[in-house]
C-alpha cells in the first residue's frame, strides 16, 4: 500500500477553521485529484491537476482550494466557505494524462464539531 | 458533464453464486470505464477496467462487459467468496483522465 499517503487520517474541525489535508506520492504520478467521499454515494471529484502548477476545479470545488507547487504533493485546503465538510476524503494519483488506473491514499476522515 | 447510475445499491448472495453489477453512462464520448472495489475502511483498488474499443475481457473470476450502444457495462464475479464482500465503484471517463463514478454496489456474499 505504499506509494501514495494522506495525513492525518482523522482531522476535527471547528466550524469557521480552515484546515488542510496532506496528499504526498513517490511513484513519479504526473496527475494527482481530490475526491470526496459521502456515504452513499460515489466518489465526486474536487481538484485535479495534470502537471506542477496546474490544477482544475472538478465537480465540487467550492469551498475548497488547492495548490501543486511540487509534483509529489498536491495539499487540499477546507475552508470555512464549505458548509458541510464532514466526509471522508481520498486522494489519488495516475502516472500518465491517458486513461489510466488512479491509484488512490488511505483517506482522511474529516468531522466539523 | 457525464453521468454514471449504478444499480443495485446493495447485493447479497450465497457463496459460489455469481454477482452482477450494471452502470449506465449518459456521455457516447466516454472511452475508458474502470471499476474499484472498496474493503471497509480501506483504500478502492481497481480491480478490472475496459475501453471503449473492447466488448469484453475477463480476469480470472471478474469479467466486464460493454455495450457502447445501449451505454451500459456491467461487472460479473463467479463463484463468489466470503473476501468478495466489499463496496464496488464503477465509473466512466471520456478526456484526460477525469473520472465519474457510479454511487456504489455494497456486496455481500454469505458463507
Known amino acids: 500500500d505504499g506509494g501514495i499517503t494522506q495525513s492525518p487520517k482523522y482531522l476535527f474541525r471547528k466550524e469557521g477553521q480552515n484546515v488542510t489535508l496532506s496528499c504526498e506520492q513517490n511513484?513519479?504520478?504526473?496527475?494527482m485529484y481530490w475526491y470526496r467521499q459521502d456515504p452513499g454515494q460515489g466518489l465526486r471529484l474536487i481538484y485535479y491537476s495534470q502537471i506542477v502548477n496546474d490544477f482544475q476545479k472538478g465537480d465540487i470545488a467550492e469551498g475548497y482550494s488547492v495548490s501543486r507547487e511540487k509534483k509529489e504533493s498536491f495539499p487540499l485546503t477546507v475552508t470555512s466557505a464549505q458548509k458541510n465538510p464532514t466526509a471522508f476524503y481520498l486522494c489519488?494519483?495516475?502516472?500518465?494524462?491517458?486513461?489510466?488506473?488512479?491509484?488512490f491514499g488511505p483517506g482522511t476522515r474529516l468531522t466539523v464539531l | 458533464g457525464e453521468n454514471v447510475e449504478q444499480h443495485p445499491s446493495t447485493l447479497s448472495v450465497q457463496e459460489g453464486d455469481s454477482a452482477v453489477i450494471k452502470c449506465t453512462y449518459s456521455d457516447s464520448a466516454s472511452n475508458y470505464f474502470p471499476w474499484y472495489k472498496q474493503e471497509l475502511g480501506k483504500r478502492p483498488q481497481l480491480i478490472i477496467d475496459?475501453?471503449?474499443?473492447?466488448g469484453e475481457k475477463k480476469d480470472q473470476r471478474i469479467a466486464v462487459t460493454l455495450n457502447k450502444t445501449a451505454k451500459h457495462f456491467s461487472l460479473h464475479i463467479t463463484e463468489t467468496q466470503p473476501e468478495d464482500s466489499a463496496v464496488y465503484f464503477c465509473?466512466?471517463?471520456?478526456?484526460?483522465?477525469?473520472?465519474?463514478f457510479g454511487s456504489g454496489t455494497k456486496l455481500n456474499v454469505k458463507p
Open positions: 475496459i475501453r471503449s474499443n473492447v
Open positions: 511513484l513519479n504520478h504526473d496527475a
Open positions: 465509473a466512466a471517463s471520456m478526456i484526460f483522465n477525469k473520472f465519474y
Open positions: 489519488a494519483s495516475s502516472p500518465e494524462r491517458g486513461f489510466t488506473e488512479q491509484f
